[in-house]
């Protein structure tokens, strides 16, 4: 997937909704994902994506 697949804001917008609510749910992401139908591997790419993000974003205020 190249890097403009994840700069599109609708798409970042739903699996932002997702993340949040995996991450409130207390569910392994297997057990979010089976439930919600989601592919586990694009869940990891997201948050791999998502936690670049915020590593950049940290590394910037310095």
Same mark, same amino acid.
């Given at each position: 997937?190249?890097?403009r697949?994840?700069?599109?804001?609708?798409?970042?917008?739903?699996?932002?909704?997702?993340?949040? !609510?995996?991450?409130?749910?207390?569910?392994?992401?297997? &057990? #979010?994902?089976?439930?919600?139908?989601?592919?586990?591997?694009?869940?990891?790419?997201?948050?791999k994506?998502? !936690?670049?993000?915020?590593?950049?974003?940290?590394?910037? &205020? #310095?």
């Amino acid at each position: 997937m190249n890097l403009r697949h994840f700069e599109n804001k609708a798409r970042q917008s739903w699996w932002v909704v997702h993340v949040e !609510a995996w991450q409130r749910s207390g569910m392994t992401r297997t &057990e #979010y994902c089976r439930v919600h139908r989601l592919t586990k591997d694009t869940l990891d790419r997201w948050l791999k994506y998502f !936690a670049g993000n915020e590593a950049a974003r940290k590394h910037a &205020e #310095y």
